[in-house]
């Protein structure tokens, strides 16, 4: 008999970073807060999570983060005078982020990497297993990764972490995992884990994109964990651990996804991701897109 486990319903989002491959831009605005076309990319995430189910959001925030909390908070003055103008559209995109999930929020007072962001959200989260989301990496909606990963962490217990094939010159860039093949195409279990190998040090081309669904007993490990690259708390440290011994949270898994993937980390794939999107969008997408082939031509 398949063993049940809790179902997962908080999603835990880091967005303490302070963005400086973005400066200027970043210098008084989040880089979450960036758009993406005509949304800033955190609502990308959240969003993502409601779909998946997961209607209680912990962001663990900075300082100079608070155009996070407006943004998802109601702007009075702004959906009155919407109403005045009767700009239904414009006021039922206004309130869309409003009820997307209930959202809390907590301050990361000291920025110690990844792995220190999530040991933040372990009072709001307490024994049960949940999801991160990290807002670099936005995923189409119409590829449900996320749902994915939560499935198998009912299935199987333990975490379950998203991978994606990289070309190997590209792996330093990333955690990468060392795996073993399960029943499922998708589905690979877990035995090592290397933050930004040198490439003829990785064990696979399997680079580790921002989600994750974590068993509670990676906060145990967190709290013992050492700065190690770049001096921070890595998360994906404490996750090799867990692979390394079941008996502390169970056995960590990976779903490899072939998905679409908006990178949104640094400039340029920042710019390539909102050109992907924009032309897919029924509104925009004819117009842009023979704008588009128009330049290119004219520029070759």
């Known amino acids: 008999?398949?063993?049940?486990?809790?179902?997962?319903?908080?999603?835990?989002?880091?967005?303490?970073?302070?963005?400086?491959?973005?400066?200027?831009?970043?210098?008084?605005?989040?880089?979450?807060?960036?758009?993406?076309?005509?949304?800033?990319?955190?609502?990308?995430?959240?969003?993502?999570?409601?779909?998946?189910?997961?209607?209680?959001?912990?962001?663990?925030?900075?300082?100079?983060?608070?155009?996070?909390?407006?943004?998802?908070?109601?702007?009075?003055?702004?959906?009155?005078?919407?109403?005045?103008?009767?700009?239904?559209?414009?006021?039922?995109?206004?309130?869309?982020?409003n009820d997307l999930a209930t959202i809390h929020y907590?301050?990361?007072?000291?920025?110690?990497?990844?792995?220190?962001?999530?040991?933040?959200a372990e009072p709001h989260v307490g024994d049960q297993p949940f999801a991160v989301l990290l807002g670099d990496d936005l995923i189409d909606p119409r590829d449900p990764l996320l749902a994915r990963m939560i499935e198998v962490q009912e299935r199987e217990g333990g975490s379950v972490i998203a991978l994606m094939e990289v070309e190997p010159s590209q792996i330093h860039l990333y955690g990468c995992a060392a795996v073993e093949?399960?029943?499922?195409?998708?589905?690979?279990?877990?035995?090592?884990?290397?933050?930004?190998?040198a490439v003829s040090d990785a064990p696979s081309n399997l680079a580790i994109i921002g989600r994750y669904v974590l068993d509670p007993g990676v906060f145990g490990i967190l709290r013992k964990t050492e700065p190690g690259r770049g001096n921070e708390i890595q998360l994906t440290d404490a996750l090799q651990k867990l692979a390394a011994d079941e008996s502390v949270g169970g056995p960590v898994h990976g779903v490899v996804f072939k998905g679409r993937r908006y990178d949104t980390g640094d400039r340029s794939d920042y710019l390539r991701a909102i050109v992907r999107l924009a032309c897919e969008r029924e509104d925009l997408g004819p117009d842009f897109k023979a704008w588009l082939r128009s330049y290119v031509t004219e520029e070759m």
Do not use: W
């Open 1 to 97: 008999m398949t063993q049940s486990h809790p179902r997962i319903s908080k999603a835990v989002i880091p967005a303490a970073g302070l963005g400086t491959r973005f400066l200027p831009a970043t210098k008084a605005t989040p880089k979450e807060m960036l758009p993406v076309v005509d949304k800033p990319a955190i609502q990308y995430v959240v969003e993502e999570a409601a779909a998946a189910g997961l209607s209680d959001v912990l962001m663990i925030t900075g300082r100079n983060k608070r155009p996070l909390e407006d943004h998802f908070d109601r702007n009075h003055e702004l959906e009155s005078a919407l109403t005045r103008k009767g700009d239904t559209k414009k006021l039922t995109k206004v309130q869309e982020s």
């Open 106 to 120: 907590v301050r990361q007072g000291d920025p110690r990497g990844l792995g220190h962001a999530v040991l933040c």
């Open 181 to 197: 093949p399960t029943g499922d195409a998708d589905v690979v279990k877990i035995t090592d884990l290397v933050e930004k190998p």
